[in-house]
T-cell receptor, first 110, second 113 residues
Framework: EDQVTQSPEALRLQEGESSSLNCSYTVSGLRGLFWYRQDPGKGPEFLFTLYSAGEEKEKERLKATLTKKESFLHITAPKPEDSATYLCAVRGGATNKLIFGTGTLLAVQP | DGGITQSPKYLFRKEGQNVTLSCEQNLNHDAMYWYRQDPGQGLRLIYYSQIVNDFQKGDIAEGYSVSREKKESFPLTVTSAQKNPTAFYLC????????????FGPGTRLTVL
């Protein structure tokens, strides 16, 4: 069964304390892994798309990487404004639909 | 300024009522989607449409209905048959011929009184 698992469920960091969020997936024929940021009460905001193992993308303090089994979202020197829920989704498998994980709630304290 | 709009932002429904959530996009995207988000669960697909006048059921379509009469619009009706409709509803769109990335609207929070 196609599945996406994100860990940890919640993460609390001090400002400037770098860390990584994990997205593990099982899907046949990956056609894209997507990272989104979601603020409370708002729709998800697109961050990155990764298509093949070894691919990396960066945006400000965020860097996403992809292997054949998982993706990491690295946050370097986070600021309080990086606090949000980060969602991971994969497209692939028999249905080619987007399958979402449950997200990681990140809180960055000043 | 291109984007996806959803209205209303908050919606309250009484038992037995049907309500319709609006979703409009001016991105010229072909495909549109409706998701439901509940605490502790990933987004779940309700319905999707890849072209005007055509739509398919997602994973949790029971108690919902949609129409796609215009490329820009994809309204979702939550019927009285939906047993637990209280949730955050998200509309998304994508251009399948492009990167396949789904872009989301701001959401509608539906509460059953």
């Amino acid at each position: 069964e196609d599945q996406v698992t994100q860990s940890p469920e919640a993460l609390r960091l001090q400002e400037g304390e770098s860390s990584s969020l994990n997205c593990s997936y099982t899907v046949s024929g990956l056609r894209g892994l997507f990272w989104y940021r979601q603020d409370p009460g708002k729709g998800p905001e697109f961050l990155f798309t990764l298509y093949s193992a070894g691919e990396e993308k960066e945006k400000e303090r965020l860097k996403a990487t992809l292997t054949k089994k998982e993706s990491f979202l690295h946050i370097t020197a986070p600021k309080p404004e990086d606090s949000a829920t980060y969602l991971c989704a994969v497209r692939g498998g028999a249905t080619n639909k987007l399958i979402f994980g449950t997200g990681t709630l990140l809180a960055v304290q000043p | 300024d291109g984007g996806i709009t959803q209205s209303p932002k908050y919606l309250f429904r009484k038992e037995g009522q049907n309500v319709t959530l609006s979703c409009e996009q001016n991105l010229n995207h072909d495909a549109m989607y409706w998701y439901r988000q509940d605490p502790g669960q990933g987004l779940r697909l309700i319905y999707y449409s890849q072209i005007v006048n055509d739509f398919q059921k997602g994973d949790i379509a029971e108690g919902y209905s949609v129409s796609r009469e215009k490329k820009e619009s994809f309204p979702l009706t939550v019927t009285s048959a939906q047993k637990n409709p209280t949730a955050f509803y998200l509309c998304a769109s994508t251009n399948p011929s492009g990167t396949d990335t789904q872009y989301f609207g701001p959401g509608t929070r539906l509460t059953v009184l």
